[in-house]
C-alpha cells in the first residue's frame, strides 16, 4: 500500500519520447509554441519535412516507433491558442472538451510545471486532462469520480468548475471531492466532501475516474505541488493503475 501520492508519479519515463511536427505551412510562432509547452519535459520536439505526409501533422514517437498523430490544427484549439481562463470560467466545459491523440498518449510519464505568473501554458495539458476526465464521467453517467482542489472553495470561486460539479450532480456518478474546508457548499450541491488539513489535501491535485462497467473508461490525473507554484504530475489510463491510485484514496483521505 503507498503511504503517499507522490508513488504514483513516475520518475523518469522508460522511453525517449518525442515530437514532430510534420511539414509545417502554418507560421513560425506556431512551431514556436509547441516547442516552448514541452520545452521543460521529457519530449523532445522538433521539425520535419515528410514525403507522403499530410501537411501541418504532428506525430508523438516512442523509441523511434510512432504512437499517434494528430493534426496541429487539433492542437491549437485545444491547447496552443488557449488559456486556463477558459476552462475556469467555463467558456469551454463538458461535452465541448476534446484531446488530440498526441496528448492522450503521453501517459504516465512525468510533466513538470509552474503555475502562473511564472508561466500562463505549462498547466494547461494537466487542466485538459482534468476537464477531459470529468467529461468521460459525465459521458458515462455512472461509476465514482474523485476530485482535489486543494481548497473547497475553488469548487465555488471558479464559475467553469461550479458549472461541471453542478452538471455532474445530475448524473448518477458518485462524486467526491477533497480540499481545505474553507466552504461551506449548500445542501443541494451532490457530492461526498472530504476535508482536511494534511500534506495531501493542501498539495494534491488529481482527478480520478472509474467507470462502472467499462475499465477502458478509467482515467486519473495526479499531481503534487512539491514547491510552492511548481508541480509534477501525469496521468493515465490504466485500469489497474486507476484502481490502486483510487484504493490509496479511499483509504488515506
Excluded at 467558456?91 to 510545471?113: H, K, N, Q, T
Excluded at 509552474?114 to 501554458?121: A, W
Excluded at 498547466?123 to 464521467?137: D, G, H, Y
Excluded at 511548481?230 to 490509496?248: A, K, L, M, Y
Aim: glycine share 6%; proline share 6%.
Amino acid at each position: 500500500m503507498s503511504d503517499h501520492i507522490t508513488e504514483f508519479i513516475t520518475d523518469e519515463p522508460a522511453q525517449q519520447w518525442s515530437l514532430a511536427v510534420v511539414n509545417r505551412t502554418r507560421p513560425m510562432p506556431v512551431q514556436e509554441m509547441v516547442e516552448t509547452l514541452f520545452a521543460d519535459q521529457p519530449v523532445h520536439v522538433e521539425s520535419e519535412e515528410i514525403a507522403d505526409c499530410d501537411e501541418n501533422a504532428v506525430i508523438l514517437l516512442r523509441d523511434g516507433d510512432v504512437v499517434a498523430t494528430s493534426s496541429l490544427r487539433e492542437l491549437e484549439d485545444s491547447i496552443l491558442f488557449v488559456n486556463s481562463d477558459l476552462y475556469s470560467t467555463g467558456s469551454r466545459s463538458l461535452g465541448e472538451i476534446e484531446v488530440p491523440d498526441v496528448i492522450a498518449e503521453l501517459e504516465d510519464i512525468p510533466f513538470y510545471l509552474r503555475g502562473y505568473p511564472e508561466s500562463d501554458t505549462e498547466k494547461l495539458p494537466l487542466i485538459l486532462l482534468s476537464r477531459f476526465i470529468e467529461q468521460t464521467a459525465w459521458k458515462q453517467d455512472g461509476g465514482r469520480l474523485r476530485s482535489s482542489f486543494q481548497r473547497l472553495s475553488r469548487i465555488d470561486d471558479e464559475r467553469g468548475t461550479r458549472n461541471v460539479y453542478g452538471r455532474l450532480a445530475e448524473t448518477n456518478v458518485d462524486v467526491h471531492v477533497y480540499g481545505i474546508p474553507d466552504w461551506i457548499p449548500p445542501e443541494t450541491f451532490e457530492a461526498t466532501i472530504h476535508a482536511g488539513y494534511s500534506d495531501e489535501f493542501r498539495n494534491a491535485w488529481f482527478v480520478v475516474y472509474r467507470s462502472p462497467g467499462e475499465p477502458d473508461e478509467c482515467a486519473a490525473l495526479i499531481a503534487y505541488q512539491a514547491h510552492p507554484n511548481e508541480w509534477v504530475g501525469e496521468w493515465t489510463f490504466d485500469g489497474s493503475r486507476v484502481e490502486s491510485i483510487n484504493r490509496h484514496l479511499e483509504r488515506n483521505l
